[in-house]
């Protein structure tokens, strides 16, 4: 089934930018220059998902184009380009609905994608086979299949630090981006010791608290794919604060539940996190589909893997940790650190501190700069499982990542280091 159509009314440059986005993304983007046009499209397809409107440059022209999308019964949500002058004439008109979303110039082609995408999930517009949405058939009512559209979350986690957690969560998103083909959104949770977004390069980015503190004013509430900001790599990052002391605004089941929406728009959600179990952490655990934890083989980053196992009895988070060995060729086996920490191994990545080291300093991911490294090939095979594991087939039992590997020791190991 093909994916919906989004009728666009925006200046000319600004249509062809928009509309590679979503012919990108598999949309039939389709121009309408006035309210006649739009009303003969949708007479002639009952497809259209979304309408982007511009109420700031033909704020009437918009007003007439929008009561066409509530005529005949329908329901089209629409995305409407406005000036802040113009806010109070649409509160006048009387028009406006929840399901409406405003933005203001100057916005980016892509996340305008983002934001079309999101909205028709929320509708549960039709979409192809492979997304997910409300799919109808000849043979009953339509069958909802939301699961099958939303992105993998998955936190980079371990109480103690220094074990890689912000190395393996940097460079297992640029494998997700850049090799398999992924949409990935890179997030930066540790608001104390967080080092991602400086780690790829990339200084002064907005944040999750900057944005928030902006919505108070503006009462624009912006996504977090919206917020986050793209690396050249493609891999969109998100930094939540940049100093400790300006947090108190990143309430924590409002991070959860931003980071719950971004799947929608992300085939992964990679969430780095600060070592700890505090309100935040505990909050964004139980989203997670898997809890990647990196463990070296020294006796504290050991200790700490066990106290997280215990930890996560009570959290009732406990089928979804799965180790990663890091530095796994450093004298210690595996499969006596599998019995120890009591975790199967998901993987291992051997030792190659310098390497990631130098591509920092070049604020690229290794996979970026080291392609050919044994290393690299480590982090995809890492991937590799993490892809093989949320397949639906296997997501759907609910067993995590303990059922796959029964519960005990991994019998079949990914990687050994040679």
């Known amino acids: 089934m093909p994916r919906s159509a989004v009728a666009i009314a925006l200046p000319p440059a ?63 949500p629409a ?13 006048l008109a ?26 028709l999930i929320r509708a549960e517009v039709p979409t192809d086979d492979s997304t ?23 936190i980079v986690f371990n109480p103690k630090g220094g074990v890689g957690k912000t190395t393996i969560a940097v460079n297992v998103a640029a494998m997700l981006q850049i090799r398999k083909g992924q949409r990935v959104l890179l997030v930066d949770c540790d ?19 900057d944005a928030w503190t902006d919505d108070l004013t503006t009462g624009v509430v912006e996504s977090f794919a919206e917020i986050a900001s793209t690396h050249e790599n493609g891999v969109a990052v998100l930094v939540m604060a940049e100093s400790p002391l300006h947090t108190e605004i990143l309430e924590p089941k409002r991070v959860a539940e931003a980071i719950t929406t971004a799947r929608q728009a992300f085939d992964w959600v990679v969430v780095d996190m600060h070592p700890d179990y505090g309100p935040l952490n505990q909050v964004i655990f139980e989203r997670a589909d898997t809890i990647l934890v990196p463990v070296t083989p020294d006796v504290p980053a050991i200790r700490a893997a066990v106290q997280l196992r215990e930890v996560a009895v009570e959290l ?19 499969e006596d650190m ?38 690299i090939d480590d982090i995809e095979e890492l991937c590799d499982r ?26 079949n190991p990914s990687v050994r280091a040679s």
Do not use: C
Request: no cysteine; net charge negative.
């Open 94 to 119: 009387g028009r406006a609905r929840v399901s409406d979303e405003y933005f203001t110039r100057p916005y980016s082609a892509e996340s305008l994608r983002w934001r079309v995408e999101a909205m």
């Open 191 to 209: 608001t104390v010791t967080g080092h991602v977004a400086s780690s790829l390069g990339m200084e002064n980015v907005r944040t999750v608290a």
């Open 338 to 375: 599998e019995r120890t920490v009591g975790m199967p191994a998901l993987a291992e990545v051997r030792s190659a501190g310098m390497l990631f080291v130098r591509a920092a300093n070049e604020g690229r991911s290794a996979v970026e700069r080291f392609p050919k490294e044994k290393v």
């Open 132 to 154: 997910g949405g409300v799919i109808d058939t000849d043979d009953g009512p339509p069958v909802d299949n939301a699961d099958s559209r939303r992105g993998q979350i998955v």
């Open 79 to 91: 995305l409407m380009v406005v000036a802040a002058r113009a806010l109070d004439r649409m509160g």
């Open 386 to 411: 993490m892809i093989a594991t949320a397949e639906p087939s296997v997501a759907k039992t609910g067993s995590g990542f303990l059922g796959i590997f029964g519960g005990g020791r991994n019998t």
């Open 14 to 76: 600004e249509l062809a930018a928009v509309s590679a986005q979503l012919v990108e993304a598999g949309y039939d983007a389709i121009a309408v220059n006035t309210a006649e046009e739009l009303a003969i499209l949708l007479v002639e397809r009952h497809d259209i998902g979304v309408a982007i409107l511009d109420g700031e440059n033909d704020f009437d022209r918009t007003i007439e184009m929008y009561a066409l999308l509530h005529d005949e019964g329908r329901n089209i």
């Open 316 to 334: 009732d988070i406990r089928d979804r940790l799965a180790m990663v060995v890091n530095r796994a060729n450093s004298g210690v086996s595996v």
